[in-house]
């Protein structure tokens, strides 16, 4: 019997539903190269990542706002309910379809709904009233049709692209508990609703100067559990004195593009 075929990021993508807590630090070179070595006994690189140059896929997503960037201001204000809005695909999965997600905070944690979304969808987010038709192809789930309300209803249109780098790992003693280090983390500014349309123009966020951070590039590490944190995961940030980050990738990316002042007004629920 062959070697069986990597399990795409797809077959994590089709989940439609789950709540989470995520716990994020920034590191350098040295300290992911010791994060690495922790969590080997714990944890397996993703499959799929191993499978990839460096163990790394990508991962493209376009952000949708409010004119007045009223879900970025809700981030920056920490408030205890709030929500991003994005579209988002896999590069380096041969045909991968796109994914409407809405990905809400709750004080610490996470609920996160993904829908596929239709081939279509620039069209449905740019449309107002348009739907696919009702072919088997066309038809789409509750939650995408919950996801185009949203973003009807607030009037929200494509902010940004955002792109990075992800080694991702997955535990193999716990129900669900996942680690994944991003990277190379850039960002451009869109106006229309279409992943490639701009392939020269990015700005890179994960470097001292975007960060305030320090004086070298770094990378995000994630720790990802459902309830009780793990006690390797415990045993990492204690050992290496690891201190909570808050980082969003799309709040960095807003501010990297001077797309809105940092003053903290105007959030929307």
Not at 16 to 38: C, N, P, S
Request: proline share 7%; glycine share 6%; hydrophobic share 35%.
């Amino acid at each position: 019997m062959g070697p069986s075929t990597p399990r795409s990021p797809l077959a994590a993508a089709l989940q439609t539903h789950f709540e989470r807590r995520e716990f994020k630090f920034f590191l350098d070179g040295a300290r992911v190269a010791r994060v690495r070595e922790m969590i080997r006994p714990f944890c397996e690189l993703d499959p799929f990542a191993a499978s990839q140059p460096d163990n790394k896929y990508s991962i493209e997503s376009i952000y949708f706002d409010t004119p007045n960037l009223g879900l970025y201001r809700a981030n920056e204000l920490e408030v205890c309910d709030r929500y991003k809005l994005r579209v988002r695909s896999y590069p380096d999965v041969e045909g991968s379809p796109a994914f409407f997600e809405v990905k809400r905070r709750y004080h610490d944690v996470i609920v996160k709904d993904r829908a596929k979304a239709p081939a279509d969808w620039a069209r449905a987010v740019q449309e107002p009233g348009w739907f696919p038709g009702d072919s088997e192809q066309g038809r789409m789930s509750p939650a995408a049709e919950a996801f185009l309300a949203r973003v009807r209803a607030k009037g929200c249109r494509p902010v940004c692209t955002v792109d990075y780098q992800r080694e991702a790992w997955a535990s193999t003693v716990d129900d669900y508990a996942r680690v994944t280090f991003d990277g190379q983390i850039r960002c451009q500014q869109v106006n229309s609703p279409r992943f490639g349309d701009r392939p020269g123009s990015w700005t890179y966020v994960d470097h001292a100067h975007a960060s305030w951070a320090g004086t070298r590039s770094w990378m995000v590490l994630e720790l990802k559990f459902t309830r009780a944190v793990p006690s390797w995961m415990m045993n990492i940030v204690r050992t290496l004195d690891l201190s909570r980050a808050a980082f969003s990738k799309y709040g960095r990316s807003v501010e990297g593009l001077s797309l809105g002042p940092r003053h903290r007004v105007g959030a929307v629920g």
